[in-house]
């Protein structure tokens, strides 16, 4: 997968050295994730001038010598990283403050509920390795066996009972049912005719009959899959 950045922000800098190790070591092993630290007021500045990239942001609520809380600052990532998972770690959640304000993926209570913490950010990579699987394919023929990205595929079609997916530079072939192949597809593919499933980002226009490619490629839509393309 893509590198996962996760950023523990927390305006004391033992709590935040100390969570930083401790995330660092247990995830030590598991590629492509950068974990960070950083004060309220770097993330702030980095929201301010669009630099904020985390995938995955752990933060305190009541912050030490600043104007704004954790929650406040949620709320400003929330506006401009919508995907990122928001996590609160805090000595307690005070009673004046909402963090049901916001969009965030769990509240942890820090010394008691340590694994959990942990544990949140090890489904949150689990569902990236499986978002990720979903978005390659491998195509086995031959002796030979070829990983592409699905977004590269336009079409899959069986011609002479080969399968063979079009991609803008080239054609692969391999031995497999449509069935098979459209469960390990994202859901952009549709099938729209027994032997031809299509990715709908390439779609320009189609009709009750016949689908029309950016390309100008043209594609049969057989009856029993028109539905599909009434919804």
Known sequence: ???MKICVCDSDIITRVKTYNTLKAKFADVKDVLIVCSTPY???FDIEDEKFDYDVFITDIIFIDTRFTG???VKKINGVAPL?????YTDQVPGNVDIYETKH????????QDSRLEKCITEIINEAVEAR??????IKFDRSVNIIECS???FIRIENRVTKFYTDKEVL???KPLSQIQEELPDNFIRCHNAIIVNRNYIKKFNRSVITLDDGEKLKIGRRYVSSFEE
Request: glycine share 2%; hydrophobic share 40%.
């Open 1 to 3: 997968m893509a590198e």
């Open 133 to 138: 699987k979903n978005n390659t394919i491998k």
């Open 152 to 154: 590269k595929i336009r």
């Open 71 to 73: 929650v406040e600052l």
């Open 105 to 112: 993926f769990n509240c942890v209570i820090k010394g008691i």
């Open 173 to 175: 072939y391999e031995y």
């Open 84 to 88: 990122c998972k928001c996590i609160y």
């Open 42 to 44: 770097d993330i702030l």
